[in-house]
């Protein structure tokens, strides 16, 4: 970790919410420090204060204990206003306007930084242009607001935060319900934005495939521990990764990244393609179909794939694994549960 | 964000503005021809002298408290709807106006055992106004309260029709207990009317309204970052809590004084901000707060031209006329599904 690339740091911190003389810790032991230049992951199951978190940060809510510091300076000491040229945020909130184009709301970005009527310098005209071509949302900057998908709505509420031109850029679920190609979309834009504008970003989701192709440093959060911080690759190494498993149900497959059921399962003999036998096994495993049934042999034959079963007296040949399965669970193979 | 068609836009309010003036100057119970009010504005005189008076003593200062009171009533609802972030917020349909309402209640049931009236002139119409400012004030803190904790814009506007019934209630119990010359003084200023203002409450009435706008054009960027909602207003560097205090002394300022000068005017203030939306087409409030103004002066004059019956001795209520017109504009608005996206 570089010291001259940290902006944002916490040691010990704990969050919640105070009432009366009583205070309500949601989370503490927090501590982190957040990267220029890279994009930082924030991950946890729901209700574990990861939105409190990010309101600590964004100073709308004090800590309990200890300080958020930007830049040296405990955040709560920093007026709204110097804070909306150091911080630009994207909320989980819906943006639906008839009355306001793309280009509008990402020209509301330079409110902090134009005069008491808003009006925009050609300086601020450059920083919202810049920050329409890095999100690639040129074709659309004359549409009204309620004619966008939900991918070109993310994208535009994006770029009225880089239009904000702050160093620090948190992001609240911004891949939430969107399809996969828009979420790698997003992730990636969001990766290129750390690297090439030296940007430190925060990002909360709840994708973990995605967050491991994209994400510099991970910050896992659960309930009772402390904020663990760490590249994705050391913490899945480390098994660290698997904090973010609720019980023993479940782990994560170090091999290829994705989360298992615990549960030995004992398959048949298959052979074939390492790759065709992944899937078969799959397909058997979601079926229960154990070991008990003869081997299973996987050929390719030009372009057809056939799936042979040997039984006890003679070999019987399926176009698909679906065809197969369904001859298994007729003959009673399936255990039932 | 403004552009040519923008102006063009405005310079057109503005001629549809002079024109509507014009005719209102020309009718009521004496018609004058227009052709002579427009005379008479680029320095011709009157062929009949009676005309004079007429016009100077009592139309002119007629037409500009129409004028006020339109500008008052549409910033009014157009801070609240966008504060509120409800489409069907306005002074009227929120209690606003029956707030004030209570505040001139109070102050000439209780005033009169003083010795004072309303009419005694000097200090007295301060007195009105303050306490319709009053008035509003408490009625929009309590609608603030509520829309904190309540997000939805039906529970807000039902919360607001309450608000508005309990104080008309009040209203209602003072009245009771009151004399009968203090209840013809009430009964006669809560029927409303754009006529009664003397010239020199007209400078009073004129002052107000300038004091109710200074927080706005203090906050006008500030209401720009409010269309994304508050926390987004916030992460902008927007102190929303000052902001509330704004909209709600503003507020309170316009639709208290215009109530203490004209008596409760309804929808006005809600269905103006929805005309400007529609003929601007933007949600840019540097340009909505002056389209709002021009298109309120020119609605409630529009509404007042139509209460003086053109050629007969008769004058309909303010408050019937403006309801006439309002209440099936705000229909038609809700009744169009996309009214949410149209905000």
Redesign the interface.
């Known amino acids: 970790m570089s010291i001259q690339n940290s902006i944002l740091q916490a040691t010990d911190l704990s969050l919640g919410y105070k009432k009366g003389s009583r205070s309500n810790v949601i989370a503490d032991h927090i501590s982190f420090s957040l990267e220029k230049g890279k994009l930082t992951c924030l991950l946890g199951p729901n209700g574990v204060g990861k939105s409190t978190l990010i309101k600590t940060i964004?100073g709308?809510i004090p800590a309990l204990k200890n300080q958020v510091y930007l830049d040296k300076k405990p955040t709560n000491s920093i007026s709204?206003?110097?804070?909306?040229?150091k911080?630009?945020?994207v909320?989980t909130?819906k943006?639906?306007?008839?009355?306001?184009t793309v280009k509008?709301?990402v020209?509301?970005?330079r409110?902090?930084h134009?005069g008491?009527?808003?009006n925009?310098s050609v300086e601020d005209q450059q920083k919202i242009d810049k920050a329409i071509q890095s999100t690639h949302i040129n074709y659309i900057e004359d549409r009204p607001m309620?004619e966008l998908s939900d991918g070109q709505l993310q994208k535009v509420m994006i770029a009225r935060a880089l239009a904000?031109n702050c160093e620090i850029l948190i992001l609240d679920e911004p891949t939430a319900h969107l399809d996969l190609i828009n979420r790698f979309e997003i992730m990636h834009l969001l990766r290129d934005i750390a690297k090439n504008e030296n940007k430190a970003v925060l990002v909360v989701t709840h994708d973990l495939d995605i967050a491991i192709d994209t994400a510099d440093e991970f910050w896992l959060m659960q309930c009772g521990l402390p904020l663990v911080c760490g590249s994705p690759e050391d913490l899945i190494l480390q098994g660290k990764i698997d904090l973010l498993l609720p019980n023993d149900r479940l782990h994560f497959d170090k091999s290829d990244g994705k989360v298992r059921d615990s549960a030995e399962f004992q398959y048949p003999h298959i052979d074939g393609p390492e790759d065709m036998v992944k899937w078969v096994k799959l397909a058997l495993r979601k079926n229960d179909i154990g070991p008990e049934i003869n081997s299973i042999t996987i050929k390719t034959e030009g372009i057809q794939i056939g799936f042979y079963l040997s039984e006890s007296t003679d070999i019987l040949k399926f176009d698909t694994i679906t065809s197969l399965i369904n001859h298994l669970t007729t003959l009673g193979y399936t255990r039932k549960k | 964000m403004k552009n040519k068609p923008t102006y063009f836009l405005f310079l057109i309010g503005i001629l549809i503005c002079l024109l509507l003036f014009a005719v209102n100057l020309a009718s009521g119970s004496v018609l004058i021809p227009i052709q002579e009010v427009m005379g008479r504005f680029i320095g011709g005189e009157f062929s009949k002298s009676s005309w004079e008076t007429i016009v100077i003593g009592y139309r002119i200062p007629k037409a500009f408290t129409a004028i006020l009171a339109g500008i008052g009533l549409s910033l009014s609802g157009l801070q609240m709807q966008t504060f509120f972030r409800n489409p069907l917020a306005g002074p009227y349909v929120l209690g606003v106006s029956s707030g004030a309402g209570l505040g001139v209640a109070l102050l000439i049931m209780a005033g009169s055992a003083f010795g004072w009236s309303m009419y005694s002139g000097g200090f007295g119409i301060w007195a009105v106004v303050l306490s319709a400012t009053l008035g509003s004030i408490l009625v929009l803190l309590l609608m603030s309260l509520t829309a904190w904790k309540v997000k939805d814009s039906m529970t807000l506007l039902i919360v607001g029709l309450m608000f508005g019934s309990a104080v008309s209630a009040l209203i209602s119990v003072l009245s009771y207990f009151s004399g009968a010359d203090q209840l013809k003084m009430f009964t006669i200023w809560s029927m409303g009317s754009l006529g009664s203002t003397q010239p020199d409450q007209l400078v009073a009435f004129l002052v107000s309204v300038l004091l109710g706008l200074l927080p706005l054009l203090v906050n006008l960027k500030s209401f720009n970052a409010m269309l994304l909602g508050e926390a987004y207003a916030e992460s902008m560097g927007v102190n929303v809590h000052r902001l509330r205090w704004a909209m709600i002394v503003s507020t309170g300022i316009l639709a208290g004084s215009v109530t203490a000068f004209c008596g409760p005017i309804a929808f006005i203030g809600i269905a103006v901000p929805h005309m400007a939306r529609l003929v601007f087409k933007t949600g840019d409030h540097r340009v909505l707060f002056p389209a709002s103004a021009l298109i309120g002066a020119a609605v409630l004059l529009a509404c007042d031209t139509i209460s003086q019956l053109p050629g007969s001795a008769q004058t309909l209520p303010i408050n019937a006329v403006t309801s006439l017109v309002g209440a099936p504009m705000v229909i038609w608005l809700i009744l169009r599904r996309n009214f949410s996206k149209e905000f």
Do not use: F, H, R
């Open positions: 964004m709308q709204i206003k110097d804070l909306s040229k911080i630009a945020v909320l909130e943006i639906n306007s008839a009355n306001l509008q709301v020209s509301l970005g409110i902090p134009t008491w009527l808003g925009l309620n904000q």
